[in-house]
């Protein structure tokens, strides 16, 4: 199983970025997907989880309403849209998966992760 996230970069407070995650190697579909972040000095955090069909999103409250989750079983990627970035998002990035139904928000029930993509807000 790999995943692969990309899309971080600079950008300014205000700004926006898409992260993505394509996965291979598992039945895309079967799984639910998350997004956790990691700023330095911290733990790892969930952001955002989707379930196989996209009917059922979660966000942590500090992102709700900036940041959306959506993903295409056609293309066994997971997006993460983010607007509004500001500084306190700045953290390294990683999509999960997790085999079942519900959407998990702790790093430690997801079985497979990406390597992480740097997002940097600057103020």
Known sequence: VQLQASGGGLVQAGGSLRLSCAASGLTFSRYVMGWFRQAPGKEREFVAGI???AGSTYYEDSVKGRFTISRDNAKNTVYLQ?????????????????????????????????QGTLVTVSS
């Open 51 to 53: 379930n196989w069909s």
């Open 82 to 114: 983010m607007v509004s970035l500001k500084p306190e998002d700045t953290a390294v990035y990683y999509c999960a998966a997790v085999s079942g139904v519900w959407i998990r928000t702790l790093a430690r029930d997801y079985a497979y992760w990406g």
